[in-house]
């Protein structure tokens, strides 16, 4: 069973098995042991349901989920524990190949609401689009769930560019970092009870009418008060660095010289940023900008350098170091601050808002062997 979502893609593999559970993580074995896991796989076991497949020889009686192990294995094309959402892609695609494995009838909001015990962003990956996540109202979380505003197409003028600024693992994990938050922020309190609210309302207004400039203003704000409630946390919480800092201020005199926003940037619990540009014609002057400023090492692949929707390179009139170098300067920079940092980011990855997770129907892509149960290259 595989499921993954395009264009930054989870693939997991779910099977079956009398052996022992295990899950091998981006080729790492690990221990399914975590309360996390064990919170996910007793939610989807306790509403499995009997399948049947008869030209597979396959009949699994909804009580014999209870005694059949699972070998899981996952693998992400973007970093891990990096503040891109890898867990929340992650178990989102988790619940939902186990969804489809013990041919669960949950809709993809209810499965959400199992999804987000393993990471609570991973609720909002169950959709593609633009996907809210609405808080509720039961102590024990139970109407917690996520629900698609728009799909992936509602507003497809939309280009976002991603910075990899760091791979590395973050020192402070979201979990941790949000419980922090909680126990110490008095900048978080206010922010849940004034400032959120108010924001969703009008994000979804922006979103329903196509409203860029207010989307860029309240993405950029929301952004900008999260690391500031990571700030305000005991002990402090440092996620984005000095290449961070300087995108935003690159970003921010762009748009200030033109009158309006031309992209918005946001921060997760990391230092990469995800830049979102209002049309094709934009992203395209974006990368020229990024790339004049954060240019590849010299012995950098530029094909490693820019990943994704790589036509956005041929729109910016650029095929090797010699485009690069030739990139002028911004005209809302002046020479002095017109300094590069080569080597400051590790690669850019282009692409757009997506899907949600799909089942594959091509086996070679699985990550399990069918025979076996183990990772193909075991």
Same mark, same amino acid.
């Given at each position: &069973?595989?499921?993954?979502?395009?264009?930054?893609?989870?693939?997991?593999?779910?099977?079956?098995?009398? #052996?022992?559970?295990?899950?091998?993580?981006?080729?790492?074995?690990?221990?399914?042991? %975590? %309360?996390?896991?064990?919170?996910?796989?007793?939610?989807?076991?306790?509403?499995?349901?009997? =399948?049947?497949?008869?030209?597979?020889?396959?009949?699994?009686?909804?009580?014999?989920?209870?005694? #059949?192990?699972?070998?899981?294995?996952?693998?992400?094309? $973007?970093?891990?524990?990096?503040?891109?959402?890898?867990?929340?892609?992650?178990?989102?695609?988790?619940? $939902?190949?186990?969804?489809?494995?013990?041919?669960?009838?949950?809709?993809?909001?209810?499965?959400?609401?199992?999804?987000?015990?393993?990471?609570?962003?991973?609720?909002?990956?169950?959709?593609?689009?633009?996907?809210?996540? @609405? #808080?509720?109202?039961? %102590?024990?979380?139970?109407?917690?769930?996520?629900?698609?505003?728009?799909?992936?197409?509602?507003?497809?003028?939309?280009?976002?560019? @991603?910075?990899? =600024?760091?791979?590395?693992?973050?020192?402070?994990?979201?979990?941790?970092?949000?419980?922090?938050?909680?126990?110490?922020? *008095?900048?978080?309190?206010?922010?849940?009870?004034?400032?959120?609210?108010?924001?969703? =309302? /009008? &994000?979804?207004?922006?979103?329903?009418?196509?409203?860029?400039?207010?989307?860029?203003?309240?993405?950029?704000?929301?952004?900008?008060? $999260?690391?500031?409630?990571?700030?305000?946390?005991?002990?402090?919480?440092?996620? &984005?660095?000095?290449?961070?800092?300087?995108?935003?201020?690159?970003?921010?005199?762009?748009?200030?010289?033109? %009158?309006?926003? /031309?992209?918005?940037?946001?921060?997760?619990?990391?230092?990469?940023?995800?830049?979102?540009?209002?049309?094709?014609? @934009?992203?395209?002057?974006?990368? /020229?900008?990024?790339?004049?400023? $954060?240019?590849?090492?010299?012995?950098?692949?530029?094909?490693?350098?820019? #990943?994704?929707?790589?036509?956005?390179?041929?729109?910016?009139?650029?095929?090797? &170091?010699?485009?690069?170098?030739? *990139?002028?300067?911004?005209?809302?920079?002046?020479?002095?601050?017109? /300094?590069?940092?080569?080597?400051?980011?590790?690669?850019?990855?282009?692409?757009?808002?997506?899907?949600?997770?799909?089942?594959?129907?091509?086996?070679?892509?699985?990550?399990?062997?069918?025979?076996?149960?183990?990772?193909?290259?075991?």
């Amino acid at each position: &069973m595989i499921a993954s979502a395009s264009p930054l893609i989870p693939i997991t593999s779910v099977l079956p098995q009398p #052996l022992p559970s295990v899950l091998a993580l981006t080729k790492i074995e690990i221990s399914l042991g %975590g %309360g996390r896991y064990q919170n996910c796989l007793k939610e989807i076991r306790s509403r499995a349901c009997d =399948v049947e497949d008869t030209e597979k020889g396959i009949k699994i009686e909804k009580k014999d989920w209870q005694k #059949l192990h699972l070998h899981i294995a996952s693998f992400n094309n $973007f970093p891990t524990a990096a503040g891109l959402a890898s867990s929340a892609a992650g178990f989102a695609c988790l619940v $939902f190949s186990l969804a489809k494995l013990m041919n669960l009838k949950e809709n993809q909001s209810q499965l959400s609401a199992i999804a987000r015990q393993g990471s609570g962003s991973a609720c909002r990956s169950l959709f593609g689009g633009f996907v809210k996540w @609405i #808080l509720g109202k039961e %102590g024990n979380g139970s109407d917690s769930l996520a629900v698609q505003l728009v799909d992936e197409e509602h507003w497809n003028d939309l280009v976002i560019i @991603i910075a990899v =600024v760091s791979s590395r693992q973050k020192e402070t994990s979201s979990t941790t970092g949000m419980r922090e938050s909680v126990e110490t922020s *008095l900048l978080l309190q206010h922010r849940a009870k004034e400032v959120v609210p108010k924001r969703i =309302v /009008q &994000m979804e207004e922006a979103i329903q009418n196509h409203d860029f400039s207010s989307f860029a203003q309240l993405t950029c704000a929301d952004s900008n008060q $999260f690391h500031a409630v990571c700030l305000d946390t005991s002990p402090p919480i440092f996620y &984005m660095n000095d290449t961070s800092h300087r995108i935003i201020s690159y970003v921010e005199r762009w748009n200030r010289s033109v %009158g309006s926003p /031309q992209v918005a940037y946001t921060f997760d619990a990391g230092p990469n940023a995800v830049l979102i540009a209002r049309n094709r014609k @934009i992203a395209t002057e974006l990368l /020229q900008r990024l790339l004049f400023f $954060f240019p590849p090492n010299s012995e950098t692949d530029l094909n490693s350098y820019v #990943l994704g929707d790589k036509s956005i390179l041929h729109d910016a009139g650029i095929d090797g &170091m010699k485009d690069i170098e030739a *990139l002028p300067l911004p005209p809302e920079i002046n020479s002095i601050s017109a /300094q590069k940092y080569s080597g400051d980011v590790n690669y850019f990855i282009c692409t757009r808002p997506g899907g949600g997770p799909v089942l594959l129907s091509d086996d070679s892509k699985a990550l399990l062997n069918p025979k076996s149960g183990l990772p193909k290259e075991a």
